[in-house]
């Protein structure tokens, strides 16, 4: 069974801009979670979607943001991006039941 | 803010030594997650421990639901070069599972 895959897995950006990252879960998993992952703040949760619906999001301000599609896959955009968003954005996907959650390999944003 | 903590922060081991890291919390968790993190790679997961002192093995690792359900513990017997990495526990927020929260993680070198 094929793992999370996420795209781009590098990306560079001006501040300002705005980015759009892709994540498509295992198959069969309907829920996508994803998170920001900075030396100095360590993994922090983002926001979780299931049926296309987000169900919890974590403290980060409304400039993040993301939706999922009616095949689970899910993307997350950044607006106006600042220097501080420059992270390692993770997506995890897990079935409903077990807390297990799986992740992809990331993407790493750089802003410049 | 991360309501994981974990030691110790790092560990640097002879090739063959035996490895104890732990993870603690003010509040009980009713699920232990732990992963390994290479670099430039998303978490994956190692062990899942879902009931209060269980302790389950996966080859050469070994992790322990502590009995308070404020605590749990992972070990890593007979050290090779490829255990290199950062291991991170984690636990479910919510009753949902759906949101994650990360200790922030024990670094591990091995010298061969």
């Known amino acids: 069974k094929a793992g999370v895959t996420q795209t781009p897995r590098y990306l560079i950006k001006t501040r300002g801009q705005q980015v759009t990252l892709s994540c498509s879960p295992i198959?069969?998993?309907?829920?996508v979670s994803w998170y920001q992952q900075t030396p100095g703040q360590g993994l922090q949760f983002l926001f979780e979607?299931?049926?296309?619906?987000?169900?919890n999001k974590g403290n980060f301000p409304g400039r993040f943001s993301g939706r999922q599609f009616s095949n689970s896959r899910s993307e997350m955009n950044v607006s106006t991006l600042e220097l501080g968003d420059s992270a390692l954005y993770l997506c995890?996907?897990?079935?409903?039941?077990?807390?297990?959650?799986?992740f992809g390999p990331g993407t790493r944003l750089t802003v410049t | 803010g991360q309501q994981l903590n974990q030691s110790p922060q790092s560990m640097f081991i002879q090739e063959g030594e035996d490895v104890s890291m732990n993870c603690t919390s003010s509040?009980?968790?009713?699920?232990w997650l732990w992963y390994k993190q290479d670099p430039g790679e998303g978490p994956v997961l190692l062990i899942a421990?879902?009931?209060?002192?269980e302790l389950t093995s996966n080859g050469r690792l070994t992790a322990q639901f502590g009995i308070t359900r404020k605590d749990s513990f992972l070990n890593i017997s007979a050290s090779i070069p490829s255990d290199v990495g950062i291991y991170f526990c984690?636990?479910?927020?919510?009753?949902?599972?759906?949101?994650?929260?990360f200790g922030g993680g024990t670094r591990l070198m091995v010298k061969p």
């Open positions: 995890a996907s897990r079935r409903i039941g077990p807390y297990e959650q799986y």
């Open positions: 421990l879902y009931k209060a002192g």
């Open positions: 979607y299931f049926s296309e619906t987000q169900r």
């Open positions: 509040s009980i968790f009713n699920t």
């Open positions: 984690a636990g479910p927020l919510n009753n949902a599972g759906n949101m994650l929260t």
């Open positions: 198959s069969g998993h309907r829920s």
